[in-house]
């Protein structure tokens, strides 16, 4: 049996001329100019960490760096788990270093006395209401309960699009430092319906932009499109509280106990972390 020469310079399959032709192919390719600018891998540079905001806590910022720019951050937590203190404290600690903030209110919750007393600069902050989605409450359960053609569950999808569209145009249009989409208080049937691309369209929108996006809810929504998770909870201490002058039932509580824990995190290839932090909240809630 007879085999070819391994060193042979021209294959007796291929046509004549087949060699200097593709000799002359990948000379044109790399004389291209589009491929001037072009780096191999073994020459890219490490990408830069982000610039930091700082969340206004020095214990939260001690285990998290801040939030990063450029990057979805979500915070995520029960009710009373100290979401809203730390929304707050961020707020007040980016309007005072004068950089423009965009609230997008989903439940209508915010409540500019609790704002105020935290500190927050409001001619700094823009605060987009929308106040359609329904809220957790036994009188509206029963609306929750009904079939998926019903107009009052269409409004409530419409109504959710428009939430998303809103915060789409305010990171579109660039400029801002902060850009917080509060879905706290939204029922999880509705919260859920966000479909992971519009995640990954906001984070493509704000990644060459120094825009912090801040998403908070009461468990993750954001999946894998998120580069830093932040999960609260409180824990059981003695809680101090004093009346105010305002409407009945309104209290200022001070001195709760929170425990923070990073879930994941882009920024630093480390575990997952936890602490403890304790500081002083001035969030006035009428009850």
């Not at 569950?153 to 400029?175: R, W």
Request: positive net charge; proline residues 6%; glycine residues 8%.
């Amino acid at each position: 049996m007879s085999s070819l020469p391994l060193s042979s310079g021209h294959s007796p399959f291929l046509p004549a001329g087949f060699e200097d032709k593709k000799a002359a192919l990948l000379r044109h390719i790399a004389g291209s100019a589009r491929l001037a600018a072009v780096r191999p891998a073994s020459r890219l540079e490490v990408r830069p960490s982000p610039e930091m905001l700082s969340t206004g806590i020095p214990e939260v910022d001690a285990i998290t760096g801040g939030f990063p720019r450029g990057c979805l951050t979500e915070i995520c937590g029960a009710a009373s788990s100290g979401k809203t203190s730390l929304l707050l404290a961020t707020l007040a600690a980016a309007t005072r270093r004068g950089e423009s903030c965009v609230l997008i209110d989903a439940s209508d919750s915010f409540d500019p006395a609790s704002g105020a007393a935290a500190g927050s600069d409001f001619s700094k902050l823009l605060w987009i209401r929308c106040g359609v989605l329904p809220v957790h409450s036994k009188v509206k359960t029963f609306y929750h309960r009904g079939h998926r053609g019903s107009p009052r569950i269409k409004n409530d999808e419409q109504n959710l699009e428009q939430v998303l569209k809103t915060t789409d145009l305010i990171l579109q249009s660039g400029g801002f430092g902060l850009v917080v989409l509060d879905l706290a208080g939204i029922p999880e049937n509705f919260s859920r319906r966000i479909p992971l691309a519009s995640w990954f369209r906001f984070q493509r929108v704000i990644e060459p932009a120094k825009t912090a996006l801040l998403v908070v809810s009461e468990s993750p929504r954001t999946q894998s499109c998120a580069g830093l998770v932040i999960e609260l909870c409180s824990k059981l201490s003695a809680v101090s509280y004093q009346l105010s002058a305002n409407p009945t039932h309104t209290q200022i509580l001070e001195g709760m106990q929170l425990e923070t824990e990073v879930v994941r995190s882009r920024m630093e290839r480390r575990p997952a972390q936890s602490v403890t932090v304790a500081f002083e909240t001035q969030a006035v809630r009428a009850g």
